[in-house]
C-alpha cells in the first residue's frame, strides 16, 4: 500500500513518526502551514516557520524516503490577531517557491470579519499565484461554517476543483459533494473521523475527489491512520486499486495542479521495509 497523506503537520512530530509512516508505506506528504499552539506576536515568528517548512522539513523528511511537501498561508485562528495580519505582505515570495503546492490552510476558526477578509485575500493569491487552495472548516458549528466557507469560494471566482475543503463529516460532505470542490477528512483516534465511518462515507459517496489525511497535530493523534483506513477499506470490500486511488493518486491528482508535486524515483514504485511487524501494533 502506497500513501500519500495530504495534510499533517509534521512539525509537531519525532522522527520516530517519520520512521513509523515509512515502514507503513508514506512515501509523500503535504504539510499545511498552521497554528503553532500559542499566539505568534510578530511577522517574524511566521517567516523563520515558513523557512523551516519549505527547508528543513523536506530534508527531515528525506532521511525516512519520504517527499516532503507544504502549503503555506496565514491561519484562521490567527487571522484575528493583528499582530500576524502583516504576514499577508509576505507571503507572495513563499507562494512562488519550490515545494509549496497550495496556499492553506485558510477559512474558518470562529467565522469573524477578519477571517472572512483574510479568506477572500488569501483566495486571491491562489488565484493570482496558480495555486490550488487548502482550506480549514472550523470545529464548531461546522455545518454553518462549511456553508460560510462555500459562499466565499464561489465569489472568490475560483475554480472549486482546485480547492480542497478538509475536516468535513457526515453532515458536511454533501454539501461540498454538490459544490465541485474537493472534500477532505482528518481520521482521529478520538475526535473528528474514524476509519470506520470513512469507509461509510466513501460507500455512499463515492471515491472521487475524496482526500484522506491524519492531520497529526499537537494534539492527541495517530500519523498511522491513513493506513488504517486503507486497511478499513479492504475489510469492508474495496479493492487494492481502490485503496490506491484514495490513498495516493487523487492527492497527486489535486495537488498536482500546482504543477509543483515532484514525486520524482518514488511514484510507482513498490518500497519494502524490515520489521513491517510494527504496522499491525497499537497506535
Known amino acids: 500500500m502506497r500513501i500519500?497523506?495530504?495534510?499533517?503537520h509534521m512539525t509537531?512530530?519525532?522522527?520516530?513518526?517519520?520512521?513509523?509512516?515509512?515502514?507503513?508505506?508514506?512515501?509523500?506528504?503535504?504539510?499545511?502551514?498552521?497554528?503553532?499552539?500559542?499566539?505568534?506576536?510578530?511577522?517574524g515568528s511566521f517567516t523563520d516557520y515558513f523557512d523551516a517548512l519549505v527547508g528543513w522539513e523536506p530534508?527531515?523528511?528525506?532521511?525516512?524516503?519520504?517527499?516532503?511537501?507544504?502549503?503555506?498561508?496565514?491561519?484562521?485562528?490567527?487571522a484575528n490577531d493583528p499582530r500576524c495580519r502583516e504576514v499577508l505582505a509576505?507571503?507572495?515570495r513563499y507562494l512562488e517557491k519550490d515545494g509549496v503546492v497550495a496556499v492553506g490552510e485558510i477559512g474558518y476558526d470562529s467565522m469573524t470579519p477578519e477571517e472572512d477578509e483574510v479568506f477572500?485575500?488569501?483566495?486571491?493569491?491562489?488565484?493570482?499565484?496558480?495555486?490550488?487552495?487548502?482550506?480549514?472548516?472550523?470545529?464548531?458549528?461546522?455545518?454553518?461554517g462549511t456553508d460560510r466557507t462555500l459562499d466565499v469560494v464561489r465569489e472568490s471566482g475560483i475554480d472549486p476543483g482546485r480547492v480542497a475543503v478538509d475536516h468535513l463529516n457526515e453532515v458536511t460532505v454533501a454539501r461540498v459533494a454538490d459544490s465541485g470542490c474537493w472534500m477532505g477528512f482528518s481520521i482521529y483516534p478520538d475526535?473528528?473521523?474514524?476509519?470506520?465511518?470513512?469507509v461509510v462515507i466513501l460507500q455512499e459517496h463515492g471515491l472521487e475527489r475524496m482526500l484522506v489525511n491524519s492531520a497529526a497535530?499537537?494534539?492527541?493523534?495517530?500519523?498511522?491512520?491513513?493506513?488504517?483506513?486503507?486497511?478499513?477499506?479492504?475489510a469492508a470490500g474495496f479493492?487494492?486499486?481502490?485503496?490506491?486511488?484514495v490513498l495516493w493518486r487523487n492527492p497527486v491528482e489535486f495537488y498536482g495542479q500546482s504543477k509543483r508535486l515532484d514525486l520524482s524515483d518514488i511514484e510507482g514504485t513498490a518500497a519494502t521495509f524490515e520489521g513491517n511487524s510494527i504496522l499491525r501494533g497499537g497506535s
Open 4 to 8: 500519500f497523506d495530504p495534510h499533517i
Open 12 to 43: 509537531s512530530r519525532t522522527t520516530d513518526d517519520y520512521e513509523r509512516m515509512a515502514a507503513a508505506g508514506v512515501r509523500a506528504l503535504v504539510e499545511p502551514a498552521f497554528w503553532l499552539g500559542q499566539p505568534r506576536t510578530s511577522v
Open 59 to 78: 530534508f527531515r523528511a528525506s532521511q525516512f524516503g519520504i517527499r516532503h511537501h507544504c502549503t503555506i498561508a496565514l491561519n484562521p485562528k490567527e
Open 90 to 92: 509576505v507571503l507572495p
Open 120 to 144: 477572500a485575500a488569501q483566495l486571491a493569491l491562489a488565484i493570482d499565484h496558480d495555486l490550488p487552495a487548502l482550506v480549514h472548516t472550523p470545529h464548531r458549528d461546522k455545518a454553518r
Open 191 to 198: 475526535t473528528k473521523m474514524t476509519a470506520e465511518r470513512m
Open 217 to 234: 497535530d499537537w494534539g492527541r493523534s495517530d500519523p498511522l491512520l491513513t493506513l488504517r483506513t486503507g486497511e478499513a477499506m479492504l
Open 239 to 245: 479493492s487494492a486499486d481502490d485503496v490506491d486511488r
